[in-house]
DNA sequence: CTTTGCTGTTTATGGCGTACACGGAGTAAT
DNA sequence: ATTACTCCGTGTACGCCATAAACAGCAAAG
């Protein structure tokens, strides 16, 4: 079992960004295999899914799978990207095509209040991936750091990039930001698609089965801090983890825009004028659109 | 293969809270085979951690491990409360031993500034966590929600709850924050556990491996917010996303209790009297002694 | 001396991903 | 028409995994 090594990544890219399928003959196809495999993956989680599953599902033989597919790694890749697709239509700016090709500094925030700002835009979209993860819990479960993003993937990066854009934030702490974001709603997902597992694997509730850990319980008198919370009702009406999770990271990220906001640099980053700074709206960054357009060159020519 | 189904989970529990040893006689036994598959887990992941293994490691064949351990699923249990043991030495207030069985509201917090307050304590205790991830990157690994906790386990969680009495938290969001914060440094280890895997496997480093990715790069083009960034470093001396994400996490956490503060109640909760409130250190709960110890009764008779 | 219990071994089952050699069907060149 | 080549699906086989079941050696207890 040489898993994760067959197959070069690059033909994995292919595949990824394959071009629209124009196949609806009779046999197997790539989008036969993954739609087949995603609907596994939804009933019986990632663990469950197997090439030979797989192939049953569609009549096919184990094998005949890996004429489309270079293997088990790919697949999931693929079944990824499916997925993440569906979220997309919901989110009409998130595709390359519909975005606005302008001057650099004109992203989709020139009206920052307009459409909830920063805060509102970041939490809908991670709300989005949350329901997303609430449809598919085996989103969460794919594990490790190599896995090739398709068209869908990066969109959906590209609109919570693009919902920072605006802010004072420096660019390294953007791209911070979206990352600790993803892991949270990963994190939490994953937690969701393991409770499932297990009640599926049991068929026993979480509930009841941590219910019936008596002789854990007994042990635990010794711990204060812990004691006194359960005697206080700790664990009587728990949080919505995510959302109170969600709500926490916000307002962590909140309070790094408030800092950068307050030393935002006063001076045009290209003649060191000083800037004349709006009581509202979007804070300047140029002193003028000349300044403007010789960075954006400038940008153009080392990038 | 009937992975995690083997041996009833009270089972486990004695297992995890067993005394310690006494037989360190010839042959096998529980204390060497947790201490080999540490070893092996160390070096190769919680995936390259087979009975086999551990048993060849010892030099037994594989079954004469399932004398000792009912399965792997326990072994992992076994394994993780091992090294959760190495971080308690320099945690000195965490066993429930030394912990203070005082006055139910004298908790760890006395003077709520002489070791930080709840912040540095809470900062303090990630950070051991966080250290321990990077000695056994594994540990966050070990998935699933039905993992008993050991005896080392159940003394982090109740030092990192009893890093939040005082606050004005509410016992549910103290208990949440905790998950948040627990679930936090898991993510970010297991980012840094899999990515030492997919090196181990593959041996290519991180870097070189996409950096290979031309195929991919020629196609993000088109994404606009992701294409600034690009241009403006966004990636080119990335944040240090532990560091970065604590410090968001706690400051999120700092608004909330910042504004339960604020409207802390004013009014004894046992007899209704207003509160005196004193300037600074810890806000009052009870208005007299008499009342707390009220309070204290009622929870011990209730709970 | 027999019984019981503990410990380690042997053998076997069923699951997994996938390498490899094969066969048939369709297509293009000779 | 024959040949050659490519695409697609199949069948078999390998090596890995966890673990169930029966068995063998040994010690203490009856």
Redesign the interface.
Known sequence: MAR??AGD??HG??LL?RDAEREPRPGLSLGRIVRAAVELADAEGLEGLSMRKVADRLGFTTMSLYRHVPGRDQLVDLMRDEVLGEALVAAPDAG??S???AA?DA?PDAAPDADGGWRGRLEEAARRAWELRIRHPWLAEV????H??G?NA??H???M??AL?GTALR???????V??LG??V???A??LA??R??ER??GVS?QE??G??D??YE??D?????S????????????D?FT??L??????????IRERDENRDEKCPECGTPLETAPSGRPRVYCSRACQQRAYRK??ST?
Do not use: K, Q
Not at 143 to 146: D, M, Q
Not at 171 to 177: D, G, K, L, T, Y
Not at 222 to 226: G, H, N, T, V
């Open positions: 994760g090594v990544p690059d890219v292919e960004w390359p095509e975005a606005p090709d650099p992203g594990r490790g750091s190599r090739l993003p068209p990066v969109a990066y590209d609109h990039l693009g854009t660019p390294s702490e953007v791209v911070a930001v990352g600790l892991r949270f990963d994190a939490e994953l937690l393991e409770t597992r297990e694997r049991s979480e089965w941590w019936a850990r002789s854990l042990r635990l010794r711990y204060p801090a812990l006194r919370l359960w005697e206080t009702g700790g664990w009587d009406d728990p949080e983890s109170f999770g709500r926490r990271l916000l307002d962590g990220v909140e309070v790094l940008r153009r990038g």
